[in-house]
């Protein structure tokens, strides 16, 4: 199977983001197409192997990140009266 050198920089991506983080937990798919890395940082990578419509095989490299606790809130206050809307 043939790699091409973008997938390659999706899996080198993959790899700089999950650096220095323990494997917490690891899944293969029964038919071997997949597998799953959960780890420490709570990142979870998926890498797979699937045929295009040509029938040539493609490298799948997905990687979840938790959610970034966000600090900022739009604050809207509420005048009653302005706007001419009823509430």
Not at 59 to 77: G, K, S, W
Request: hydrophobic content about 45%; overall charge negative.
């Amino acid at each position: 199977m043939a790699v091409s050198v973008q997938d390659l920089r999706r899996v080198a991506d993959a790899l700089d983001a999950i650096r220095g983080q323990e494997v917490l937990d690891a899944t293969v798919r029964a038919d071997l197409r997949q597998f799953r890395l959960t780890f420490s940082g709570g990142s979870i990578l998926v890498v797979g192997a699937a045929s295009d419509a040509d029938g040539r095989g493609r490298l799948e490299v997905d990687i979840v990140r938790p959610a970034e606790e966000t600090t900022h809130q739009l604050d809207v206050p509420f005048e009653p009266g302005v706007g001419g809307g009823r509430w």
